[in-house]
């Protein structure tokens, strides 16, 4: 046999695997880093030069922005195929980011390929899996306890392979992005799908699955359908109450949950200039709630201010030097158009359970009576990956500051949640922390707490009908606490803070006044804070593990009998036969979001384990049957049961299953653990209406096939009590549709027809069993 150095050779040949890092290539004009963590990996300027102009020279057309930055990381320019929403793109991404509930799996997946190093500068965030109960210091004590093994195995795992590990406390993944790896004009995949949130920065920065990350990892060139570009012309300027949280709400209720997928929303226009750096973060972060594949701003003086106030001065100096591909050509097309003039634009609150029902502040507390959403407001939160800047902190703290000058504190409970070591640090020197406490605040963990559904909530039943209001980015059903009667709206840190005072959602700070404790009525007063600080950030302690030169030493070990890891085996390879006989383990009804089919909350221990965490499986979607969530028949025994413990037992017996699902199917978190459960269980297709992106390619990186119905009605030519056939396998080929036979318990049948956006990359992926095994046949 070949030696292992050798089968390595080989597989990166086979993959047109880059055999060293093109980010070391010299820059012409100047060698300036990524980041102060690699020295010696650097900004490739040049080489995005030379691509934005090969490219441009073919098309014969000014690019948007999004344009320069994807087709300027093409792997192959000269020859690629381009056209928006038609063909894949090979591209060569920069760097790569992992959230520690999703690196587990992603790491577990790049020890399965065999290679040595990744093959890109990539890191780990310990973020997800800090619970909170009490608050900052001791939540993350016990986190540490709980889940040493798994931090462990994180840390072993990135000092072993090359990966920079960020250990607990030291913030949320897309807040250290932020302030370390984002830059003008960088592609940068995470796993996780806010990772949007560095567009603030002028980069496309796009949330995927692990497996894609592996891909990246190796040095394979990633794949990505050519998106299309959504412009948002801002004019005008911000003031007053209304913030940049509320451009990306409004946003929502134009496009709603789904109206992003497949386009990058590319902003522009002179009212840019009025959003922070960090504004402009919050504003892409939450585009993930559109569907959007990223979302991105034109290089400005903001984000100059903010490199050179995060030590990053070099790369703001370069990239004035390279500003011309860092905006849109003029003239540019975008395949919509939307304008929003911000001095008109009201303070708006989304919800409840979907992030893209928009209401303006001032109308929500007469839409909530009409439909009987209860007004009193139990818990105000702000933070989170969305919201957590110095300048949110500060409009935040400069309300509570008013309240505290009239004797007032929040009649709600209120959480606060900085965004990294290095701001709540700076909030703590600062006194912007310490007035949040005075006004009745927890500050919690640096950690994604609550927004993910880590809470422990004592104040009230499951069951309860209740309202909650946060300055987070997702709201769907459960989320936050698990409760399905929570009914949590999201809208800006300053407005959360007003309302929390307030205690009503009947509030509207820019009329209503609230009275202080010796009766004098008041008004509060627009919030003014400070956009960065005006001493130099705090960088709080050190929580940055670095890889070591030589890891040749060092082990990683998983336990067989661990229920917190598992190591990885291969999926089946399909057997060249059409798939007969389908039973349908749940023809969903409704909003069926990653959320709804791998819950995270308390299931986030069971992320590396691939069996244990399958007992989520689809537990929260609804069964169109019966109206119930986790309810559906067994086809053999006729009773209902937990969709895991059905899925199993079909499983167990040989029997294959699909599901059927309905609109924008997979929508929310990029986990991929949501593709990995029903492969793992058995499921061969998903059918829907239609998918979210970052799902669709995830269960196709899994050996899955997501199928949508030609004709979307079909969806109600399907009962559960049905069998599937699915026939065209063998010609399976890119746009030729399959055929599905549906027989009915009569014994009458159906024939329909199932579209598919598998290229032939992807149509190996799915033959090899999955896009992993695929990687080992070319490596063997």
């Known amino acids: 046999m070949a030696p292992y150095s050798l089968l ?15 980010a070391s290539v010299l820059c012409q004009r100047a060698k300036v880093a990524m980041s102060h963590f690699e020295p010696n990996e650097y900004i490739r300027y040049d080489l995005l030069e030379k691509n934005i102009n090969i490219v441009r020279k073919r ?59 990744v093959a890109v500068p990539s890191t780990i965030h310990c973020d997800h899996l800090i619970e909170a109960q009490v608050g900052g210091e001791k ?30 406390g030291s913030g949320i993944i897309h ?59 801002l004019t005008g300027s911000l003031s007053g109450w209304t913030s940049p949280k509320d451009v990306i709400l409004k946003v929502a209720g134009i496009l709603t ?20 750096c960090t504004g402009m973060a919050t504003i892409c972060n939450m585009g993930a709630e559109i569907g959007a594949t990223t979302s991105v701003f034109p290089y400005n003086h903001r984000m100059k201010k903010y490199l050179s106030k995060t030590g990053r001065a070099d790369i703001a100096n370069i990239a004035e030097e390279f500003k011309d591909h860092l905006v849109p050509d003029p003239g540019c097309h975008y395949d919509q158009l939307i304008e929003i003039n911000l001095s008109e634009l009201k303070p708006h609150i989304n919800g409840p359970f979907t992030p893209d029902l928009a209401h303006p502040v001032a109308e929500v507390g007469n839409v909530a009576e009409k439909e009987g959403w209860p007004l009193d407001i139990r818990v105000g939160l702000i933070g989170s990956c969305t919201n957590s800047s110095y300048e949110d902190m500060g409009r935040s703290a400069a309300v509570a500051k008013q309240a505290l000058a009239h004797g007032l504190k929040c009649k709600s409970q209120f959480t606060i949640t900085p965004g990294s070591e290095q701001i709540r640090a700076t909030i ?67 407005i959360v803070t007003a309302l929390a005072i307030a205690g009503t959602l009947k509030f509207n700070p820019e009329t209503d006044f609230l009275t202080g404790k010796d009766g004098t009525k008041f008004k509060l007063e ?68 990653t959320d709804h089919i791998s819950a995270a909350g308390p299931w986030l221990k069971f992320r590396g384990h691939l069996d244990n965490i399958s007992n989520n499986l689809l537990i929260g979607a609804i069964n169109v049957e019966n109206g119930k969530a986790n309810s559906v028949r067994n086809a053999i025994t006729q009773e209902f049961g937990p969709v895991p413990d059905t899925a199993r037992y079909y499983k167990k017996h040989g029997i294959k299953w ?63 009590v049905d069998k599937l056939t699915i026939q065209g396998l063998k010609d399976f080929a890119p746009g030729k549709p399959l055929k599905c036979i549906i027989k009915h318990p009569n014994g009458t049948q159906e024939i329909i027809l199932l579209n598919h956006t598998f290229n032939e990359t992807q149509i190996e992926w799915f033959r090899a069993g999955s896009a992993l095994n695929r990687m080992k046949e070319l490596q063997h």
Not at 83 to 107: H, I
Not at 666 to 674: L, N, Y
């Open 428 to 494: 703590e020197r600062d006194g912007y922390a310490q007035i949040l406490r005075d006004v009745g605040g927890i500050v919690l963990a640096n950690a994604c707490g609550p927004c993910i559904g880590q809470w422990d909530r004592k104040d009230i039943k499951k069951g309860e009908k209740n309202t909650i209001v946060t300055s987070y980015n997702r709201n769907f059903t459960g989320r936050n606490d698990a409760n399905p009667e929570t009914h949590a709206f999201v809208t800006s840190p300053e």
């Open 526 to 593: 627009a919030p003014e804070a400070d956009e960065l600080p005006r001493a130099e950030f705090d960088p709080g302690q050190d929580t940055y593990q670095h890889p070591p030169k030589d890891s040749s030493g060092q082990r990683v070990d998983v336990s067989p009998t661990s229920q917190r890891l598992q190591l990885l085996e291969p999926f089946d390879k399909w057997d060249g036969k059409d798939l007969e006989d389908l039973q349908i383990l749940i023809k969903v009804k409704g909003k069926c979001t």
């Open 59 to 117: 098309l014969n057309r000014p690019l948007t922005l999004s344009e320069k930055i994807v087709y300027g990381h093409l792997d192959d320019p000269a020859n690629q195929e381009i056209e928006r929403g038609k063909t894949y793109l090979r591209l060569r991404p920069d760097r790569v980011a992992m959230q520690d509930a999703t690196a587990q799996m992603a790491m577990l997946q790049f020890i399965s390929s065999g290679l040595p190093k």
């Open 658 to 720: 699909v599901v059927i699902g309905d609109e924008n199917y997979g929508e929310g978190s990029s986990r991929e653990h949501a593709a990995l459960e029903p492969r793992h269980l058995g499921g061969r297709a998903i059918i829907t209406k239609s998918f979210a992106r970052i799902h669709e390619t995830n269960l196709k990186k899994q050996g899955l096939l997501p199928l949508t119905f030609a004709d979307p009605a079909d969806y109600n030519k399907i009962h559960p």
């Open 257 to 276: 949950v789904k109206g992003g997928t497949g386009a990058i929303v590319e902003y522009h226009g002179s009212g840019v200039d009025s959003i922070s």
């Open 175 to 233: 807040q250290i992005i932020l302030e370390n790896y984002a830059y003008p004009g960088v592609l940068l995949i995470g796993t996780d799908s806010h990772t949007p949130n560095g567009g603030g920065l002028g980069g496309i920065c796009i949330g995927v699955g692990g497996a894609d990350a592996v891909d990246v990892m190796a040095g394979i060139p990633w794949e990505l359908k050519c998106p299309k570009v959504i412009g948002v012309k």
């Open 139 to 168: 939540d993350l004590r016990r986190a540490k306890d709980i889940n040493q093994e798994v931090y462990n195995f994180l840390a072993t795992a990135g000092a072993k392979y090359g990966v920079g590990f960020w250990r607990p």
């Open 8 to 22: 390595v050779t080989r597989l990166q040949k086979a993959l047109g695997v880059r055999q060293y890092h093109v």
